[in-house]
């Protein structure tokens, strides 16, 4: 699975919008990008998957970049309870396995 | 949603001691579960990948007569921590893939159990 880098923290003020970005610039053409979050404490929890489309949900949107060598995962409004560690993981369509980085540590304040 | 439960949520168990941790999927069933442990202020690392009814698959570096898993039904895998040591004190966090699933992110995650050996 490709290697991502991510920023190891940052901050963003409750309403505005949280952009998360991430290096994966050895991606191959078949692996997605997957964006997963940790509460402290918690189990994390699935937020959105692309693959070379720009993807959005409920939870989030995902921006990737023509070349597929970086993303960004936007947050369109933070909340206090967005506070929480987000994993940006590259890995195969048919992989199985998950393999986590050190992700970012988001803390969103008043 | 689909919901994994993991059971007990902290353990506090003297060295020396085993300790089983059970992972459950409460409303889907599941023929690969995942173990994970996690360090404070470190990232998640895959211990073991088992599947229902075979031998788990243990990664580089995980020893597997200490971190029993046992994956005898579709909603239930439990680990084993034997003759457990303070370093073994950690997060240990399971995740399960539904059965019915076509896409290979599906994966739930439990809570997580916190493990302190004393």
């Known amino acids: 699975d490709a290697k991502t880098t991510q920023p190891p923290s940052m901050d963003c003020a409750e309403g505005r919008a949280a952009n998360l970005p991430c290096n994966h610039s050895t991606i191959s053409g078949n692996e997605y990008v997957y964006w997963y979050r940790q509460i402290h404490s918690q189990g994390p929890q699935y937020i959105i998957h692309?693959?070379?489309n720009n993807e959005t949900n409920e939870m989030a949107s995902l921006i990737i970049t023509e070349d597929r060598k970086s993303s960004t995962l936007i947050l369109p409004h933070a909340t206090l309870r967005d506070t929480a560690v987000y994993y940006c993981i590259v890995r195969a369509g048919t992989a199985s396995k998950l393999t986590f980085g050190t992700g970012t540590r988001l803390q969103v304040t008043l | 949603g689909a919901v994994v439960s993991q059971h007990p949520s902290r353990v506090i168990c003297k060295s020396g001691t085993s300790v089983k941790i059970e992972c459950r999927s409460l409303?889907?069933?599941?023929?690969?579960m995942f173990w994970y442990r996690q360090f404070p202020k470190k990232s998640l690392m895959l211990m073991a990948t088992?599947?229902?009814?075979?031998?788990?698959?243990?990664e580089q570096g995980v020893e597997k007569d200490k971190f029993l898993i046992n994956h005898a039904s579709l909603t239930l895998s439990t680990l084993t921590v034997t003759s457990a040591h303070p370093e073994d004190s950690s997060f240990y966090i399971c995740?399960?893939?539904?059965?019915?699933?076509?896409?290979?992110?599906?994966?739930?995650f439990g809570p997580g159990t916190r493990l302190t050996v004393t």
């Open positions: 995740s399960a893939r539904p059965i019915s699933s076509g896409n290979a992110y599906e994966q739930y």
């Open positions: 088992s599947n229902e009814g075979s031998k788990a698959t243990y």
């Open positions: 692309g693959l070379k």
């Open positions: 409303d889907f069933q599941a023929t690969t």
